[in-house]
């Protein structure tokens, strides 16, 4: 009899292995995927209340942080050779080639965002350990459903130590750029109106 808690092993891709396959046209036009932990993962499709978030903080930030960092919304992040997620949002270094020649990695990464409309259990969970272990600082998720924003600081091999969750009326500042006064109700959609 087989124990029903075996773990089957698994064939991990690296991000080599993931262009390779994107490049070879494995990966449908539409197929919207992402590499995490070496497994290849289906991106949540993205309702209005999600596009809404992110192209509310995506201005935000652009707006507040001008030159002094790059913006880049749903682009690759290379993590580490078996992980290259792409996150809502990243705030990075700015890179004199526009990153022309590689994603940014940890050490270029001020802050990443997740905007959950359900996915909020991986982005909580499987992302932010994956984050964590590659040394991200400063990892938000901004739940739309519960109009809260969950921030994931002090990242260790196990996972953030310094997880605290903000209600929409709350203010916070990134950690590299403690100017910048971000108040919860301006980067989640508006209310609808009745």
Not at 164 to 187: G, R
Request: glycine share 4%.
């Amino acid at each position: 009899m087989q124990n029903a808690e075996t773990t089957l092993p698994l064939r991990l891709w690296t991000v080599e292995e993931y262009h390779r396959m994107a490049e070879a046209g494995i990966f449908g036009v539409d197929e919207r995927v992402e590499l995490l932990e070496g497994k290849i993962i289906w991106m949540i499709a993205k309702g209005t209340a999600h596009r809404s978030a992110v192209g509310r903080t995506d201005k935000l930030l652009q707006n507040r942080l001008g030159n002094r960092a790059w913006v880049s919304i749903q682009d690759p992040i290379q993590l580490n050779e078996r992980s290259e997620p792409e996150p809502d949002i990243a705030v990075v270094k700015v890179d004199p080639l526009d990153y022309a020649d590689h994603h940014p990695t940890p050490s270029e990464v001020y802050l990443i965002i997740e905007v959950a409309n359900s996915s909020l259990k991986l982005d909580c969970e499987t992302k932010a350990k994956a984050y964590s272990q590659a040394g991200i600082k400063d990892y938000w998720v901004l739940d739309v459903i519960s109009r809260q924003l969950h921030i994931f600081r002090e990242p260790t091999q196990e996972g953030y130590k310094d997880v605290v969750i903000l209600a929409e009326d709350a203010t916070i500042s990134p950690l590299e750029f403690p100017d910048v006064q971000i108040m919860i109700l301006e980067i989640l959609p508006p209310l609808s109106r009745c």
